[in-house]
Structures are given as C-alpha cells and as structure tokens.
C-alpha cells in the first residue's frame, strides 16, 4: 500500500446526523405517502369514485354544503353523514396495505436482484477466477481492506469493457461487492497512489453503509414510479373512473385544462422531487467516501493525477448522480462543509413531509377517522409539530456541528429555515389531494398564510440553531433531548393550527368578522378600532389549545437563558426594565379612566382595550430598549415579565364581585405573550450594542464556565404561572360580550347541493328513468304489444325506484321531479292496463306527455347547476 | 519514420481461448499499442478479452461514466487501446477484402464475426496492405478526430503488414 500516512485521519468531525438521513427518510415518506394516496384513491375508484360514494352518503345525510362554507350544524346528519362513511374503512384500509405490500415487495426485489442484474448485463467476472490478474492485485486489494478497515474483503470483480480508470460498488448489505475497470489494471502500473485512491473511494462505500442506502433509494424510486406514479397516470384514462366517460380519451391529455394540469402536473412534479431527492442521496454518500479517502490517504486531493482536464458535460449539479469536481474539491479541503445544512435538502425535506401529512390527512378522512368530533384533529396537530421539530433540529444540530468545526457561512440556520417553511407551502399547494381545487378559490387569507410560513421557520430555525450552538457538544445528552422537547413545543404551538389554513378565509368572514362588528358597537368612534384590536388579538390566535402557543412563546427566551453560562445580567436587565415599563403603563390608567365615559360593562371592555394597548406600546419601547443595550432574549424575557405584571394588575383593576367585569381582563397574557414576541422580533431591526450581558448568552456551553445564577429559575416559575394565568383565570360571566348573537343558520347552496345530489345517485336514478322512458317510445313503435308490456313495466320500476330515492334538496326541483314522476306513473300504469286488454276501451290520460316534459325540466335544472359550477371553477 | 518494437514483455496477462482470427486481431492490436502507447500495455489483455465479448461497450467510451457509487473520477486511461483494436479489426477485414465501413456499429459486427472460424490471412499484397492502411488511417481519424495519431497508426500497420509478409 503506498498510501501515505494519514495525516487527516485522526479529524474526526463533530457527531451529528447524516444529511443523507434526512434525504433517505424525505425519500421513503414520500415514496409511502404517494403510494398509500394513490392506493385510497383507487380503491374508491379515483376522484370521480370519491366524489359520488361522498355524494351518495351527502344524500342519505341530507347534508348539503352552504353558500358561506360553514358546515352544517345539524349534528344528526353528520353523524348518519359518518355513519355511511366509515363502510369505506376496511376497503380503503386493505387497498392501501396491498399498495404498500407490493411497493415493498417490489423495492426488495430491485434491491436483491440489482446485482445480480449488473454482473449478466455487463458480464463482470470474479477477478479470482483471473489468476494473473488476482496474482497481480490480491496484495494491493488485502492491503486497501485494512485501511478501510473492512473486517471481511468484499467480492472484487472485474469490468473487462471498462477503459476508465473507474470503480464501483455494488451488492448487498450482506455480500458487498465492488467492481474494477479495466483501464484500473493499467492505472496500476502507471500510477499506484491513483489506483489506491479510487479501490479506497469504493471501499468506503462498503465501509460507511452507503450499498445499502444507495441501492434501496434506487429501489424505493423505481418501485414508487412502478407502484405509485404509473397508475395515477394512468388511472383516470380507464372508463369506470373517469369524470366524463363520454368525453374522448385524447382529451384527457388536454394541456390548457386545469384539472388534467394539476393531475399530471403533481404527479410529475412529485415524481422530479422523489428523483433529485434521491440524487441528492447518491451526491452526498460520494463526498462522505472522498473525505474517508482524504483521511486514509492524508491528501486533501486524493485524486489529482486523476484529473482528464476534459471539459464534463454540463449536467445541472441538482440532477447529477455525482458531485462536480469543483465540490467535491472543495468538501475535501473543507471536510466541515459536510455538515453545512443545506438551503436544498431542507426545500425537499418540508415539501416531502407536508405532502406526506396531507396525503396521510386524506387517508384519515377517507377511512372516517379524522374528523372534529374524536379528538383527530388535536392528535394530528401533535403528529404535524413533532414532524416538522425533527428537521429543524437536524438543522440546528449540523449547522451547530459545522460551526464548531470551523465551518463559517451566513445565514447558516436561516437559508435552510427559510427552505423548509417554503417546502411546507409549495408542498400543501402540490398535494395530490388538492387536484380538484383551483389557484382562485386559494382565498388571498391563506395565500398569505401560505406565504408567512416560510418566515416563522426560519425565525424557529434561527432560534434553534442559536441554542444548539448554546448546547455545544451535549447536544447528544440528556441536554439535548430536553430541548428536543421543547423544541417539539415549540412546533406544536407555533404551527399547531396549520389545519386551520386551510381555511382561513372561512374562518375569517364567518367567525373573526362578526365578532370585529360586534367588538364595534362598544365605545365612542375613536374607541372601536381598539376594541377590535384587542378582540383580534384575542381571538386572531387559532390554535385550540393558547396556553400550549403561550408555553412555546415562553421557551423561545427561557431555553437560551437556561442554557447561557453567564445569564443572571440579561434577566436582571430584563426584570428591571420591564419594572420601569411597568410603571410608565400604570401612570397611564388614570389618564384612561379619566378620558372614557359612561360607564358599567361596555365602559370596562373600552378600558381594558386601552389598558392592552397602552402595554402593547410599552412592550414596543421596552423590547426595542432591551434589544439594543442588552440583546433579543433580554427583550423577548423584559417584554414577557411586562406581560405578566399587566395580566395581575388588569386582574386588579377589573376584579368586581369576584370576577373581572371585562372578558378583555380575564386572560391578558394569552394577548401579550404573542405580542412581546413580536415586539422582540420587530426589535431585531435595531443594532445592538453588544453587551456584556448578551455575550454571556452567546458564548457557548463548551467554552464557558456556567454560573447559577438564582433569577433564572425565578423565571421559569414565573413562566409556569404566567402560563397557569391563561388556563385558570377569573371569570367575566357580567362583562360585555364580545361574542355576537347567533345569526341565521347557514344557508344551503342551491348548485352545489344540486350537483351534490346528482353525483350522489339522483343523476343515475334519473338516467334509468329517462332511458326506462325511451324504450317504451322504441317498444311502442314496433306495435308489439308483449314489447310494449315488459317497456311499461319497466318504466314503472325505474319510476318506483326514483320515488324512492330521496328528493332534489331544491324545493322547485323537487316539486318538478315529483310531478314528474306522478305523470309516468299514470301514464305507465294505463300503458300496462292497454297492453294486458288490447280491445279496452280506456281513454288515453289528459296529462299523457307531461310526466316526460317535466323529466326535462327536471335535467335541464340540473344540467345548468354543474354548468355553475363549472363555471365558476 | 516509426519503427516496430520487439515483442510486448512477457508476464502480462493474456487471452486465451480465442479463434485464430481473434488471434491475429489481438496480435496486430497489441503490437500498435506498444508502438504508439505502451503504457497502457499492461490493462491491454483485460480490455481485449472485453473487446471480442462486447466491442460495443468498449468502443462506446461514454459506458459506465458516472455510475451509481462509481468513484465518478470519469478519467479515460486506455484510450488507443479501444481504437487499436478497432484498427485491427479494420485490417484484418481489409486483408481479407472484406472491409466495409469505419462505423462503430459496424466495426462492432465484425468483431461479433470473428467468433466463428475464419481465415488467417494469407499473403499480404501491397495493394491490401495500402488498403488496410488506408483504412487504418480513416478509422482512426474518423474516430478519433487526431489526424497525427491516425498518420501514427497508419505507419505502424504499414510497417507490421511489410513485417509479415
């Protein structure tokens, strides 16, 4: 071996997961995700096949959707609604375990049987079975074993076609094997660290795990597009599950239509994603193997006289299988940089989890378990947080690793933040689930939901690479599992109401507005927009659970607080300005009450908005004061201890009869905890001073000495109760509502509910009558008179049937049908009685036609409903 | 004026189990190889034995570059070798009066013909040895682009095929 001594070898970086993990695990939950989606969908016979057994259980229910998007209240039809939906439970359930199954099944096999599929195809040969080629090599590959430090010699085999001076490893995580060109056998005699350096390059690989990963990331895709991928494409072009059957096949393919767009649009874009992703895999397990070599060989460029000094071809580093040799270069000059998270990664790895949640989301419904009234919702909430914690924490733990590594780069935390929050909106956007829904009915509210998703990751991500690095190396410890925990926290109380984007424009014209109107009858002019302020700020938070959004904003200053050496100047910073600020707003209360008239509940609902507003400006100056002189957790801790000082005060000043006389009073954390933070983030845009006491909060656990200091566990006991206040305050049962009466219950949408009743089984009981129809026409013709029996009898079937159907929920329509099916009924009752007693005598009704003409009516209402619809879409 | 070699040193792997007509390929390619790049002698027997397998893949430099866990390094270290063989088979057909093409493709289909059992060539006349050094130089050129290791090849076929006669 004439490798020279590893000088490298002994820099092991820092611990800290893989990249590639992250990049294997988005893989395989989108692989599963897509699979398990597309497997409920085809069980229930693709979208056509949802919409009409949904419809069909709208009918039973009599539940019909509503002109403002509010649910029906009637809790009777939802529960006959869910009744009927639960029997798609064990059919959805087996489809989507077979789908499953077989995604497996076959990612196994193009797993096991890839090698051997590699060795018949390009015809290796065991460089054993070589004796003057094994004679040659046996020593040299025994003696790279060792420096790999591979405890069994993996197969060697031998490329006979291969001009290049190339490798590669192959196999099983069981039977590795590795692969020589034959342009390696003349490299060895030409240049042997060259030939050493590539053996050590594929060595690596078996070494570090990589065949294994890289191989069942292949697999996993092929088996995706195979399994998955495929027959989404593929699906809504057979007869049974397409909208239209009439409509020609090549029309499916449409371009200019929307629905095929977003159906074959998602899907590929879906497919592009599972492939870079994968490619991103295959990328950074060749780096991981260049900086084994850097270290076994002791050069930081092991493969210099390598170089063909040939222009490559110009691939788009995003899609190549290999790093460029510029980075690869580059991460083995700087092997840190192999723990920089990365902007991409983190795009991939948020658009992968939030398509998989919602996909999983769909599944849910489908199978009749997520809905409001079993507690889903609170558990998917949950499972969404601690989903989307576990990123940012690889984030902030491989930027805090690269950091101590000397690894130095801007916006280290911040660009991967700002990638995953852009990954979870681009991801809800392409869920195949969302299909059927158009760009215009997005709503401009959760359009910008969507849009400040990416701002709060970041802010989240910042703030958890800043404690990692506080951390240090007990990042891996118990340490570090307690702040996984709150880091947890964190997600589930800051993005705990992600369902609740969805829709945010419903919730905002239904719920929010009228309680903003009724905030406004309170107070003179000048008064109202800070009541509704204040009502806003109450209510604006939509996550059902305000103590677990308080407790998360509390950890964003407490955790760096308790993980700071030196952390006793900023609380004593903090408390004290928080205690002038405090005094500043109570000098303010008797301006209050002196400026606002009259008196009783309205008079105290006016004055406690003030009172909010008045400490929500002092929370500005404060957070802005504490931010420059003593940095953001000072201002973020200074702005809290306000916060809670007010909520006491208020409690104070309100208390009447043993309870507070306005609901503004009874919880005014729940308010100014959200808007201290806010306060404090805003104050980011003022320089900061540098303190003593802030670099006390930023050195890290490793380098400095930690000094208890007794204030802050004052503080996280502050915390605790401050957090205490909004779940057991006083109650307000005489003070002025601010809930508004209840209106008029919502009003059925006539298209839709017209639509709805068509697709749910009115259309095709109507079809069977008008078909029942025509063939008595047809039958009648031919003078048959048994022919025209078995029509009328027919006729008076399908009619029976339709009778029994329940009716159009439009009354019109319904007293059209009605009438409709009254006149067929006459008219094939004396049909059956004239073909039974051909010489009778009974006259022809009166009304004999009017049944088919108001069957007409009937369609034509219908028809124009969908074509609404449509239109509107 | 190029100048033929002495025979390649021994103790470098050979082929075995070849037709005579593979033979005399093998032979006359790796005699241009240690005249023009014998450097690359020593992983000559392995890629010749590739070569009478699957001339395609070896004539086909683009195979195998960038493959899944490959060391990616993408150097060419054989690269007369390929073209030599390629020469040979050109030559051998032109001694024969069988040449038609420098194509790849077709080059690749010839080798494939060389497994069944046909004629070493018998008495080189100047007329095929001018033709298959003619036909040396413009696969080579076609092929390679490089009109001074065509002129290169040619001379040492020409000096070969004068040496066997």
Not at chain 1, 133 to 146: I, K, S
Not at chain 1, 631 to 639: F, I, K, L
């Amino acid at each position: 071996m004439t490798a020279a001594a590893p000088a490298l070898s002994t820099v092991a970086p820092p611990r800290a997961p893989s990249g590639t993990s992250l990049r294997f695990a988005t893989l395989v939950v989108l692989a599963v995700s897509v699979t398990a989606f597309v497997y409920a969908y085809v069980s229930n016979g693709g979208f056509s096949g949802i919409v009409s057994r949904s419809s069909a259980c709208n009918v039973r229910a009599n539940l019909y959707p509503t002109t403002s998007g509010v649910p029906d209240p009637d809790a009777g039809k939802w529960a006959v609604y869910r009744a009927c939906v639960s029997g798609l439970l064990l059919p959805t359930v087996v489809w989507i375990a077979a789908g499953l199954l077989v995604l497996s099944t076959v990612a196994a096999l193009v797993y096991l049987l890839s090698p051997w599929w590699r060795i018949r195809r390009s015809r290796l040969c065991r460089i054993e079975d070589r004796p003057e080629v094994w004679e040659m090599l046996r020593e040299p590959l025994q003696d790279a074993t060792v420096v790999a430090g591979l405890r069994r010699r993996p197969e060697f085999y031998l490329d006979l076609t291969g001009p290049r001076a190339g490798g590669v490893a192959f196999g099983t995580r069981r039977r590795p094997r590795v692969c020589l060109d034959a342009g390696l056998i003349a490299l060895f005699h030409q240049d042997r660290a060259g030939f050493d350096a590539i053996v050590l390059h594929e060595l690596a690989h078996v070494r570090t795990g990589d065949i294994p990963l890289t191989y069942l990331t292949i697999a996993v895709w092929r088996a995706c597009v195979a399994v998955a991928v495929l027959p989404w494409v593929l699906i809504p072009l057979l007869p049974p599950a397409r909208f239209y059957p009439k409509i020609p096949l090549w029309s499916h393919f449409n371009p200019l239509s929307w629905f095929n767009a977003r159906l074959y649009g998602g899907v590929l874009v879906l497919a592009a994603l599972i492939l870079l992703v994968r490619n991103a895999v295959l990328r950074s397990r060749e780096r991981e193997a260049d900086a084994l070599v850097a270290r076994w060989t002791g050069s930081d460029d092991p493969y210099r006289s390598l170089a063909s000094g040939r222009p490559h071809r110009r691939i788009l580093r995003w899609i190549a299988t290999h790093p460029t040799a510029a980075a690869r270069r580059a991460a083995l000059r700087e092997p840190a940089s192999l723990l920089r998270p990365g902007a991409l990664e983190a795009f991939a790895t948020g658009l992968a989890l939030q398509v998989g949640y919602q996909h999983l989301l769909s599944v849910l419904r489908m199978v009749g378990w997520y809905h409001a009234d079993n507690g889903s919702f609170d558990v998917m909430r949950v499972v969404w947080g601690v989903l989307f914690a576990l990123p940012v924490g690889v984030i902030a733990w491989r930027g805090a690793a690269f950091r101590r590594a000397g690894g130095r780069a801007r916006m280290l935390f911040a660009a991967p933040g700002l990638a995953l929050g852009a990954g979870i909106a681009v991801g809800d956007l392409v869920a195949l689930e969302q299909v059927p829904v158009a760009v215009t009915s997005l709503g401009v509210l959760r359009t910008a939901a969507l849009a400040f998703a990416p701002t709060l990751m970041l802010l989240v991500c910042a703030w958890a690479g800043r404690c990692a690095l506080l951390l240090g190396p007990h990042v891996s410890t118990g340490r570090g599992l307690l702040f996984a925990g709150v880091l947890g926290l964190l997600c589930i109380g800051l993005f705990g109401h992600v369902d609740t984007y969805a829709s945010a424009d419903v919730n905002w014209t239904e719920v929010l507005r009228p309680y903003l109107d009724h905030a406004a009858r309170y107070g003179r002019p000048v008064d109202r927009p800070v009541v509704q302020a204040a009502v806003l700020a109450l209510l604006g938070n939509l996550h059902p659970a305000p103590p677990v959004t308080a407790a998360a904003l509390a950890a964003l200053w407490l955790v760096p607080l308790l993980l700071a050496p030196r952390s006793g100047p900023v609380v004593r910073a903090a408390t004290t300005g928080a205690g002038f600020a405090l005094v500043v707003w109570l000098a303010a209360l008797p301006v209050f009450r002196l400026l606002v008239p009259g008196g009783g509940p309205e008079r105290a609902i006016v004055l406690s908005a003030w009172e909010l507003t008045a400490a929500v400006t002092a929370q500005l100056v404060l957070s802005a004061v504490l931010r420059r002189r003593h940095g953001w957790v000072a201002a973020a801790c200074g702005t809290w201890v306000l916060g809670s000082a007010v909520t006491l005060t208020m409690w104070l000043a309100h208390w009447h009869g043993g309870q507070v006389d306005s609901i503004l009073a009874r919880r005014p954390l729940q308010i100014l905890a959200t808007t201290g933070i806010i306060a404090a983030v805003l104050a980011i845009a003022v320089p900061a001073r540098r303190p003593t006491a802030e670099r006390g909060v930023r050195e890290t656990g490793s380098g400095a000495a930690r000094r208890r200091n007794p204030l802050v566990p004052a503080m996280l006991v502050l915390c605790a109760a401050s957090v205490a206040t909004i779940v057991w305050c006083p109650a307000s049962l005489s003070g002025a509502p601010i809930q508004p009466p209840p209106g008029p219950p919502p009003v059925m949408d006539r298209n839709q509910a017209l639509s709805v009743w068509s697709s749910g089984g009115g259309s095709s009981r109507l079809d069977d009558v008008v078909w029942a129809n025509a063939e008595f026409v047809e039958a009648a013709r031919t003078h048959d008179p048994a022919r025209v029996l078995a029509a009328c009898r027919h006729q008076l079937q399908t009619v029976e049937a339709a009778a029994h159907f329940p009716a159009p929920p439009v009354a019109e329509v319904s007293t059209m049908l009605s009438s409709a099916l009254h006149h067929l009924t006459i008219e094939a009752n004396w049909c059956v009685r004239l073909s039974l007693d051909p010489a009778g005598d009974e006259e022809m009704p009166e009304t004999f036609g009017r049944g088919a003409e108001h069957l007409l009516r009937t369609t034509e209402a219908l028809f124009a409903a969908r074509m609404a619809l449509l239109k509107g879409v | 004026m190029v100048t033929v070699a002495a025979e390649a040193e021994s103790g470098w792997p050979t082929v075995t189990g070849t037709t005579t007509a593979q033979e005399f390929v093998l032979d006359l390619a790796r005699e241009i190889v240690g005249e023009v790049a014998p450097a690359e002698l020593p992983g000559f027997a392995v890629l010749g034995e590739g070569f009478l397998r699957d001339p395609g893949r070896v004539l086909n430099s683009r195979v195998r570059s960038g493959a899944t866990l490959g060391s990616g390094i993408d150097t060419q270290i054989l690269v007369v070798t390929p073209i030599a063989l390629a020469a040979a088979t050109v030559v051998y057909e032109h001694l024969l009066g069988e040449a038609a093409g420098y194509a790849l493709r077709r080059v690749a289909r010839a080798v494939k013909g060389l497994r069944r059992a046909k004629p070493v060539p018998g008495e080189i006349t100047d007329e095929a040895r001018d033709a298959a050094v003619a036909g040396t130089r413009a696969l080579v050129r076609e092929q390679t682009g490089d009109a001074a290791l065509a002129d290169k090849c040619a001379q040492v076929v020409h000096l070969l095929l004068d040496r066997r006669r």
